[in-house]
């Protein structure tokens, strides 16, 4: 027997050794490890007079096989234990938690919580791409019956900032003001309208006056950069993290990344390709448009009920806007009618914030859908080039790739964007010698871009694999056998993916197989002529995502054990319809061995949820799920301590199994306390809290890997195309949840991803 493809019984068994600090030197251990599977291959439940005889032959100067035979011990108990409980929840159809109150209209959305008594808000938008606010009259406006307030660029800080929601110090530019005389594209903010009615709003915006000194638009990206006319010529455009900006060349980002000689690499290809990509903007069109609701509570704080991803990012972004401390700000986010990234951006949030913060009045914005089309988050319009070699086999040995992206007027989400363009394309080629990927990403005055849905690796895969199935017609090979030759192995490398430096899970060649067998692909390959004027095709694509962003998300999760045996689990993730709060629930409930039902989940609070990045990139389960795991595996150890004081006894002498705290001792009397018992125990004369709160951040973002594949109808009279067909299989990876004993409180995850594409 060798470690060879043994690294997960290894990894699991390791972490036992380790925690005795058996490894010491660690000279030993491989070879104590095989000897240990080999043992357990023949004998099932050894004594610990057999683990000593077995083991007399490995040597170890360090420890006197004591915490290896401590470690071999507890691992065998926990091996026994695991074995006798199987996941209940975990990678099980479960219905969602609210599946019922959906079906049932009950769901409360934000509307449903704004306060009866709202002032509506609405924006009196530029007509121009790029213009001056020269004047701004607004004293007929504010005759209107039941105004409020009107507010110009006179009334808000003039302290600049961004809305994307990422982690802090944001990646992104600070480059906006609530409202700024400088508008940048058509329908920007000019000025906020608040009123007791909708049709007294509409009056007053019909009566501003603006006088507008009008500019030169820059609406072609491909003239943007260098560009005399400048998006942003303030001189407090500020960038926190140098990614290569320089605002006074209308460059949001910049930079180059580079491995080998491409140049060279691809002069020695017997075939190449070069093509250039083009992907428009699009939108989100989320369900529920953004949305949010505010007020202030008796202690002089600023609550915001929102539609969000990013609950704890509003809160930072609400209080640099507003320019007061984010103390004075609570966000709750209620039910929200899907996101699919565009509420990654702070859309709404500032307009009803400071109306209500000028006011002291509740007051509530809800776009319409014209709105949400023209001035809200669209997908990054991007033009990427891909340069591609392959030799005579079909390895590929080379990928350059140039990305122009366009973030509009304003900066939110474009350097994070526009890197995953690359990072998650070139990744998907494991053979290239040399790669090189190269971007800019500029202003023009268009509404602003954000994040949606797969960001950037959505245009820059399309590119990628369009290019590759170029290669592969140039070649007359079928463009699944030059993806078979190439595409990432377990173990093997991902280049260009700075995450991951190796695919630690992949079954992208099990994907492909099972793709072509549900198209049907041999029979259809290349294409069918139907002999009515009509062509059938097909086509296959490879991609990669990953799990949250790798050394930034951050995940929370709070367990509290309630005194009737229940559990309350706080999140700081954000459910959008994607079932996180369920996924949290079931982790938990098999964590604790406890009925789903006894678990209580509760959505964001900003004021009593624990920190988390948000929902996107594909992070909550992998990234949210760790720190349920965690939290529970704490607050087990937590039951057990209780439970030991009660039964006087030591801890390391109890186990949990969801139900009762006993002695696991071979005893003809059996000493236990139920789970109700120790949680009513916490309620009195107790020093040790039934609550744990965890955080989780990872240094790795792990892909999910999947194959695609469509047929395609194409009248060649016409033009007209059809798509007839479509199948995808995904690697998503494996769930691997491991439940601790008391006896020995180890925990383990065998390092699976949790994710999802």
Known sequence: ????????????????????GAEQCGFCNPGFIMNVFAMLHEIKEPTEEQIKEYLAGNLCRCSGFVSQTTSILKFLKYKKHRRTHKMKYV???????????????????????????????????????????????????EKVAG?????????????????????????????????????????????IVAGETED???????????????????????????NPILVHPEEDWKLKIPLGGDHKRNLCATALEEHGDVDKVLGECKYTVEHTYHTRAN????????????????????????????????????GRALDIPASKVRVIKPRIGGGFGAKQTSVSEIYPAIVTWKTGRPSKMIFSRYESMICSSPRHEMEITVRAGADENGIIRAIDVYTLSNTGAYGEHSSTTVGLSGHKSIGLYR??????????????????????????????????????????????????RIKELNMPVEGGPLPGY?????????????????????????????????????VRGVGVAMAMQGSSIAGVDVGGADIKLNEDGSYTLALGCTDMGTGCDTIMAQIAADCLETPMEN?????????????????????????????????????????????????????????????????????EEEKKVSLEQVALKGTFFNNIELQVVKQHSSPLSPPPFMVGMAEVEVDTETGEVDVLDYVAVVDCGTQSIQICTCTDRRWYCAGNRYGSF
């Open 1 to 20: 027997m060798t470690m060879e493809g043994m690294q997960r019984e290894a990894q699991e068994f390791g972490s036992f050794l380790a925690n005795e």
């Open 91 to 141: 990678n099980q159809p479960v219905r969602k938690t609210d599946a019922m109150s959906l079906v049932t209209g009950k769901p409360v959305y934000t509307d449903d919580l704004a306060p009866k008594d709202c002032l509506i808000v609405k924006i009196l938008r530029s007509p121009h791409a790029n213009a001056w606010v020269e004047e701004i009259k607004t004293g007929n406006a």
């Open 147 to 191: 105004i409020a307030c009107v507010l110009t660029y006179k009334d808000v800080p003039q302290k600049r900032f961004t809305l994307a929601g990422q982690t802090a110090p944001e990646m992104s530019p600070d480059d906006r003001l609530i409202l700024d005389r400088h508008v940048r594209f058509i329908g920007d903010a000019v000025a």
């Open 200 to 226: 007294a709003v509409d009056k007053a915006l019909k009566r501003i006056k603006v006088q507008y000194r009008v500019e030169a638009p820059v609406l072609d990206m491909h003239k943007a950069k260098d």
């Open 283 to 318: 939108q989100q069109t989320m369900m529920e448009t953004f949305r949010t609701a505010c007020y202030m509570d008796h202690f002089g704080r600023l609550i915001v009920l929102s539609s969000t991803q990013i609950p704890f990012h509003v809160r930072r972004i609400v």
């Open 431 to 480: 053979h290239t010698e040399a790669y090189r990927f190269a971007f800019d990403v500029v202003y023009t005055n268009v509404q602003a871009a954000g994040a949606y849905r797969g960001y950037g690796a959505t245009q820059g895969i399309f590119a990628v694999e369009s290019a590759v199935n170029e290669l592969a017609h140039k070649m007359g090979m079928d463009p699944v």
């Open 498 to 534: 700075p995450d991951v430096p190796y695919a630690q899970s992949c079954t992208m060649d099990k994907c492909m197989a099972r793709a072509k067998e549900m198209m049907d692909w041999d029979s259809k390959y290349p294409f069918r002529d139907m002999g009515n004027g009509k």
């Open 599 to 667: 678990i209580v989940v509760f959505s964001v609070d900003t004021d009593i949820s624990p920190y988390d990045s948000g929902s996107y990139a594909s992070s909550t389960t992998y990234t949210t799920g760790v720190a349920v795991m965690k939290a529970c595996k704490e607050l087990r150890g937590k039951i057990c301590e209780v439970g030991a004081q009660m039964l006087g006894t030591d801890v390391d002498k109890v186990a949990f199994d969801g139900s009762y705290v006993f002695v696991d001792e071979d005893e």
